[in-house]
C-alpha cells in the first residue's frame, strides 16, 4: 500500500530511504531507517517502511512485526490493517490475516486497493468465494484496472467458472491487445470449455510470439490433440509456490489426502528397524516426514518448490532438502545410495516414466525399495494419460507394472486406492507401486536414461 504523501524534509528522507530499499542497499537503508525511528518513534510510515525493509531482506516475521507496530500506531488506518493481512497471509498465518482483511474493508469499503489485497489474502486462505466477492466489488470501483480484473478472472478459473473466466480474460485483450497472461489463460479456458479450434487458434498465435517458452510449447502441444511427456518446470513451480502455506490443510483437510501415511505405514512395516535412508521425491511440505517420523538414517527431500521446502524444513525431521526437480535429482544421484525412494503425488507432474523407474533402480541398493503413488488411468486407455480438467498425468497400471520388471525390479506390488484424493467432490482412484530391487541386480539390467 501506498504512504501518505507529504513534502517535507522527514518525508523526503523516507523517500530516499526507500529508494535504497529498491536498489538492495539494505544496509544504508536500515541505519538510515533506525535513526528515522528514533527521531519520529510515533510515525506509522517508519513502521511501514520497515515492512519494505524487511520484505527485500527476505526477513517475513520481521515485517509481520513492522506491520504490527504500524497498526498499533495507527490502529484505524485501512492503509496499515491492509499491509498487516498482507504479511500475514505471506507467513501463512491466515486465520488471523483474514480477520485484519475483513477490518481493512470495513475501515474503507470503497477503496479498490483494499479489497483487491483483502481478495488476494482470501484467496490464499482458500476462501475463493470470499475472494470473488471483494474482487468483484473493487472491480465495480474500478473498472479500468485491468490487473485487478486479471487477478479477479484468475480467480473465476479457480473457481471453475471457465466462461466467466473467459469473458474477463477476453475485456482484458479487447483494452491490452496483444497481453499475453491474457492469452495464455485464454487458451486453457478454451480447452476446459472444450472448444479445441479456439485453443488451437490462440496456441498458434502464442507460439509464434514466444517459440522458446516451455509452457507456450507445452500447452501448443496440448491444444493440438499431444500429450507432452511432461509438464514445465515453470508451471509446478508457480502451482505449487502459490500452494505451499496451505498444502496440508487443504490436501489432507479437505482432499482427504492419505497416501504419506500409507506409504510411511508400508515403510516401517518393511524396515521396522528404522535403519534406512530415504529420497523423498517431491517431497512437498514433508508429510512423509511427518509420518515416518524419526529414522536411524537420513531423510533426503528433494521438490522444484522453494516455498515448499520452507514448509518442510520447519518439521525438523529431513537431515536436507536439494532444490531441483525429480528428474535431475534421479540423473545426478549416485549408483546404489539409498536404501528407499519415495515419490507420492508428484509423478501426476513429471508424466512419462521412462527416465523414472531405471534411474530410481540405479540409486537404490541391492534390496531397496521405490515407492510411488499415480493417478489411474483405465486398461482400456494409453499407458500414459493427460487429463485435461486437472492437467495432470495419470498412468495405467498395468503399464507401470511392466515398465518396473523390464528395469529388473523383481517384486512389484500393486495397491490400489478406491480414493487417491478427492477431487471435485469425488474420489479420485489411484494407486501404490512397492518394487524391490533384487539383492543381486541382474546383469542385464536396463541402462537409465
Not at 105 to 133: C, F, I, M, W, Y
Request: proline share 5%.
Amino acid at each position: 500500500m501506498s504512504l501518505q504523501i507529504r513534502n517535507d524534509p522527514f518525508t523526503q528522507r523516507l523517500q530516499q530511504i526507500g529508494q535504497w530499499i529498491a536498489q538492495g542497499l539494505l544496509q544504508p537503508a536500515a541505519q538510515a531507517l533506525t535513526e528515522a525511528q528514533a527521531q519520529h518513534p510515533k510515525d506509522v510510515r517508519v513502521a511501514l517502511m520497515g515492512v519494505r525493509l524487511a520484505q527485500q531482506a527476505g526477513n517475513l516475521a520481521g515485517a509481520v512485526q513492522a506491520a504490527r507496530r504500524a497498526v498499533a500506531l495507527e490502529p484505524g488506518w485501512f492503509v496499515a490493517v491492509t499491509e498487516l493481512a498482507l504479511q500475514l497471509a505471506a507467513q501463512g498465518q491466515f486465520s488471523e490475516a483474514m480477520e485484519h482483511a475483513r477490518h481493512a474493508v470495513a475501515l474503507a469499503p470503497k477503496e479498490p486497493r483494499v479489497l483487491h489485497s483483502a481478495a488476494n489474502v482470501a484467496q490464499g486462505a482458500g476462501d475463493g468465494k470470499q475472494a470473488l466477492t471483494w474482487a468483484r466489488t473493487a472491480l465495480q470501483l474500478d473498472p479500468q484496472n485491468h490487473p485487478l480484473r486479471l487477478d479477479y478472472a484468475g480467480m473465476l478459473y479457480r473457481d471453475r467458472q471457465y466462461k466467466q473466466a473467459q469473458d474477463e480474460f477476453n475485456r482484458v485483450l479487447q483494452a491490452q491487445p496483444g497481453n499475453e497472461t491474457a492469452l495464455r489463460n485464454l487458451l486453457t479456458c478454451a480447452l476446459q470449455l472444450g472448444d479445441q479450434s479456439e485453443a488451437q487458434r490462440l496456441a498458434d498465435v502464442l507460439i509464434i510470439r514466444s517459440p522458446d517458452d516451455e509452457q507456450v510449447r507445452y500447452w501448443h502441444a496440448v491444444a493440438h490433440g499431444q500429450t507432452p511427456k511432461t509438464q514445465p518446470e515453470a508451471s509446478v513451480t508457480g502451482l505449487f509456490d502459490d500452494y505451499a502455506q496451505r498444502f496440508d490443510l487443504h490436501l489432507v483437510g479437505g482432499l482427504k489426502y492419505r497416501a504419506p501415511e500409507r506409504v510411511a505405514q508400508i515403510l516401517l512395516a518393511l524396515r521396522p528397524d528404522r535403519r534406512f535412508n530415504v529420497l523423498d521425491l517431491g517431497c512437498g511440505t514433508g508429510l512423509l516426514g511427518v509420518y515416518l517420523g524419526r529414522l536411524h538414517g537420513h531423510l533426503i527431500g528433494v521438490d522444484l518448490s522453494e516455498k515448499m521446502i520452507e514448509q518442510a524444513a520447519r518439521h525438523g525431521i529431513y537431515s536436507r532438502f536439494h532444490h531441483v526437480n525429480i528428474l535431475d535429482a534421479l540423473r545426478d544421484t549416485p549408483a546404489d545410495h539409498y536404501e528407499v525412494i519415495t515419490c507420492l503425488d508428484a509423478l501426476i507432474y513429471v508424466g512419462d516414466l521412462a527416465p523414472v523407474i531405471p534411474n530410481a533402480f540405479r540409486i537404490l541398493k541391492a534390496g531397496g525399495h521405490f515407492i510411488f503413488t499415480c493417478e489411474a488411468a483405465n486398461e482400456d486407455e494409453a499407458d500414459l494419460v493427460l487429463r485435461p480438467d486437472s492437467n495432470r498425468y495419470a498412468h495405467k497400471a498395468s503399464a507401470v507394472e511392466r515398465q518396473c520388471r523390464e528395469t529388473g525390479f523383481d517384486e512389484v506390488k500393486i495397491e490400489h486406492l478406491e480414493s487417491l484424493r478427492n477431487e471435485g467432490g469425488k474420489a479420485l482412484p489411484g494407486f501404490i507401486v512397492i518394487a524391490r530391487k533384487p539383492l543381486a541386480a541382474p546383469a542385464d539390467a536396463p541402462a537409465a536414461a
